[in-house]
Structures are given as C-alpha cells and as structure tokens.
C-alpha cells in the first residue's frame, strides 16, 4: 500500500521554466489537494479537487495549475517558475470530500528551488 | 477572515518538562480540528484528530490535546518530553463545508518549532 506517492523528491529549475509535480494514491480518495510550505508561514492551499473532472483554487493559487482526470492522480503544474516559488510542495488526499471528516494523508514532499 | 493562531513560533525545553502548545482557530460552528508533526527533513504525520466527544483526545507518542469550543482552542500537551519531541508542530482545523465554502480543506497554523534539550 503505496499511499500517497510523489515524484520528484527534489528539483532545481531556471526561473521562465515549466514543470509537473506528480501526486498518486492507491486509495480511492476523492479528495485530493497541494499545499506549499515556506518556513514562518505553515501550509498554505494551493488547489484541491473533490473527485475526477473537478478542481479548484486555495489560498494561493496564481503560477499553478491543476488538473484531475483520473481519481488516482493530481499533477501541480508551475507554468513559468519564479523564484517565489521556490517551496516543499506536499500532496495531500483524502477519503471524502468533506475532507476534515475523515483523516488526511500527506505524501513526503517535494522540494524545489528556482534559481 | 478565517485562520488558525499558534501562540508560541518557538518553544525550548529541557528533557522531562512539560509541554503546552497553544492553538486557537476563528470558524465558526462545527469544527474538526487536527494536530500534525514534521521531524526535521520529514514529511507531515497525523498526532492526533478530534472530530467529536469526548474533548480529551489521545494521540500518539504520549500526546493529548484538548477541545475547548467556548475559548476556541485545541491545545496540545505531553507531561515529560523526550529530545526525540524535537520538531515543527502544526495545528490544523477543517472548516466546514457550509462556512466559507471551503469544501472541507484543512486550514493550517503557521507552526510551532519545539527544541528539546538533552
């Protein structure tokens, strides 16, 4: 039982590159979401999606993208990194779409920088 | 504006002290409310979660917490920490999906660094 996977573990990119985080669960979540992490400031939400076909935005969304088109998987696009964007990105799923009713799973992180 | 408030950014303790974190959170209604730990270079792990009852919740490596819903607060104890203990705290709160329309996404404090002396 894989849990929650995420690839890759670490990554360096040029500021004005693209690249896709990849998120999958074994789990048959519904609820699958992606938080950044940058040191004073928690987690903070950056997309979630409630089931296949349906996305949307968190707290801080701009210079991301999302899309859901299986159940298993949520991939976190960064469109043209900037450096602001340079963050541990965690994947996280859950069973329901009342996501705090039922416990939430966190996959290990990835860590970017953009230079 | 709905958030979640951790009092102390970073606590320093001696093995064998007691421990407090304090978490306050600004929903309204029905909450559920969830406290996680990252050792260092680690990724987010479940301490404990109350969804309902009894407001003295048990988590897991010795950890308690309580809920307190007239002082909105979910704090978090442990009597004797261990230099293991040493990591970030987050406390975390589910806003209900009909408060906000947040569809359930848990919201996080910004954290609270626990260094244990040896």
């Known amino acids: 039982n894989a849990g929650v996977t995420q690839t890759p573990k670490f990554q360096v990119l040029k500021t004005g590159q693209s690249m896709t985080l990849q998120c999958a669960q074994d789990m048959n979540h519904e609820y699958m979401s992606w938080y950044r992490q940058d040191p004073g400031m928690g987690l903070r939400l950056i997309h979630y999606?409630?089931?296949?076909?349906?996305?949307d935005q968190g707290e801080v969304p701009n210079g991301y993208n999302v899309s859901r088109s299986t159940t298993e998987d949520f991939p976190l696009r960064l469109l043209s990194a900037a450096p602001s964007q340079t963050s541990v990105y965690f994947c996280?799923?859950?069973?329901?779409?009342?996501?705090?009713?039922?416990?939430?799973?966190f996959g290990e992180g990835s860590w970017l920088t953009v230079v | 504006a709905q958030s979640v408030s951790q009092h102390n950014h970073h606590v320093i303790l001696s093995e064998a002290a007691s421990l407090e974190l304090g978490c306050n959170y600004s929903y309204g209604g029905t909450v559920n409310l969830f406290w996680y730990v990252q050792y260092p270079g680690q990724h987010l792990q479940l301490l404990l979660k109350y969804f309902s009852g009894d407001p003295l919740v048990k988590g897991i490596k010795g950890f308690e917490a309580e809920f307190i819903k007239s002082k909105f607060s979910f704090n978090l104890r442990k009597p004797s920490v261990q230099w293991s203990d040493t990591a970030e705290y987050f406390c975390?709160?589910?806003?209900?999906?009909?408060?906000?329309?947040?569809?359930?996404?848990?919201?996080f404090g910004k954290g609270t660094k626990l260094s244990v002396k040896p």
């Open positions: 996280a799923s859950s069973y329901s779409i009342r996501a705090g009713s039922n416990t939430i799973y």
């Open positions: 975390a709160v589910n806003a209900p999906m009909n408060y906000g329309g947040s569809q359930g996404n848990l919201i």
């Open positions: 999606s409630v089931g296949a076909g349906i996305t």
